[in-house]
């Protein structure tokens, strides 16, 4: 535990678990989602077992370094099918990650414009478009898309720092903080419609990231987050307007009033 005594390596840590935190919220939003659907007195259980299952697959991803590295290496290049060449040769080289990010991102575009569909169409229990996963397959789908979350989650982590050790403590740090903070935001996600269509816009979005960067043209989640950040803001205005409506705002009186 030398490398603590570092202040680089305390700037790391500390850089580390905000990147962390903030490439989660993607996460939390899907396992909101995920688990809104589950009988309530599973709601809290289906979330926890969803961050659980996103810290030790992070952890097994960092220990696996070598293994995750080596996903970022050509698998096959379409241009050998396509000939076409010249730049193009290297932006049509597949590697293990862009496979996993093309099909995460695939994944979450259904996923996502499924449950716009149902919210907006509806859906009961009799039919197909309204029968609700059980318990073990909502925690088997967090589970796999938690490896998608993690694998880009850990590529981030090892360009910012030199230690595993460092990588380690910051996922379980930020692994611990949304983990009391994920009850509170999924509440507030599920008790207003509107903040969960925006959620689900947003995990609309990030599916559409996930393919992009698994084709060599990323776009950049600060656009993304910004965008959503502002979206949301607009909304608790909208939230706050609404609770108001039934107090009307009072003008200050002047003083000529006073007087009358």
């Known amino acids: 535990m030398e490398f603590l005594s570092s202040t680089e390596s305390w700037l790391a840590l500390i850089t580390l678990v905000v990147m962390e935190i ?25 979330r926890i077992l969803g961050l659980a299952f996103a810290l030790i697959t992070r952890i097994i991803l960092l220990l696996s370094i070598t293994w995750i590295m080596s996903l970022t290496k050509p698998v096959f290049n379409l241009d050998s099918l396509l000939s076409i060449g010249g730049e193009w040769h290297e932006r049509l080289a597949i590697s293990g990650r ?13 996923k996502s414009i499924h449950e716009i569909h149902e919210s907006l169409e509806g859906g009961n229990e009799d039919t197909p478009s309204g029968k609700k996963l059980s318990f073990l397959q909502t925690v088997v789908q ?7 979350f993690g694998l880009d989650s850990v590529i981030t982590a090892v360009g910012m720092a ?10 379980v740090i930020s692994m611990i903080i949304m983990i009391f903070t994920i009850n509170a935001i999924s ?17 609309l979005l990030i599916g559409i990231t996930l393919i992009a960067e698994s084709i060599e043209q990323p776009i ?16 608790f205005l909208v939230i706050r307007a609404n609770k ?3 107090k009307p705002v009072e003008l200050h009186k002047t003083i000529e009033d006073e007087e009358l």
Do not use: C, R, W
């Open 22 to 46: 903030v490439l989660g919220i993607d996460n939390i939003v899907f396992i909101t989602i995920q688990t809104d659907k589950l009988p309530i007195p599973q709601q809290k259980k289906g």
């Open 98 to 110: 862009d496979i996993i990010l093309f099909v995460g991102g695939l994944f979450l575009l259904y």
């Open 142 to 148: 967090i589970g796999l898309l938690d490896i998608v």
């Open 162 to 171: 030199d230690h595993i050790e460092i990588m380690v403590i910051a996922v």
């Open 187 to 203: 509440d507030f996600i599920s008790n207003h419609p509107s903040i969960k269509m925006l959620a689900l816009a947003f995990l």
């Open 220 to 235: 950049s989640k600060g656009y993304i987050y910004s965008s959503m950040a502002f979206s949301i803001f607009v909304e």
């Open 244 to 246: 108001a409506k039934a």
